[in-house]
Nanobody, 117 residues
Framework: QAHLMESGGGLVQPGATLRLSCTAS????????MAWYRQAPGNQRELVARISRNGMTTVVDSVKDRFTISRDNTRNTLYLQMNSLKPEDTAVYYC???????????WGQGTQVTVSS
């Protein structure tokens, strides 16, 4: 059973915009700090952005001027708005849920983002 489901990836040109979405079950989403990670070929998976249950955000320096993380608790959906995309943003992007206080940790299946001219 897939607990997290990402969507919104694709092939875009440099400078383009994409918005990734991740939906989760109510029981997981409401109780979790949510995050986006990415993994480029040959690289380790890395944190991109994180948002707490009450909306506090952390965005890594390499993308903080271009990417925005948000969550809609009424729709159990996590978003990553990605502007001014660069070729180095090419990666598989994963949604993550860290259920507070339980030790439970969930991953989505990933969505491919390719930035190329």
């Amino acid at each position: 059973q897939a607990h997290l489901m990402e969507s919104g990836g694709g092939l875009v040109q440099p400078g383009a915009t994409l918005r990734l979405s991740c939906t989760a079950s109510d029981s997981i989403f409401r109780g979790s700090t949510m995050a986006w990670y990415r993994q480029a070929p040959g690289n380790q998976r890395e944190l991109v952005a994180r948002i707490s249950r009450n909306g506090m955000t952390t965005v890594v320096d390499s993308v903080k001027d271009r990417f925005t993380i948000s969550r809609d608790n009424t729709r159990n959906t996590l978003y990553l708005q990605m502007n001014s995309l660069k070729p180095e943003d090419t990666a598989v992007y994963y949604c993550n849920a860290d259920v507070t206080g339980s030790g439970d940790y969930y991953w989505g299946q990933g969505t491919q983002v390719t930035v190329s001219s």
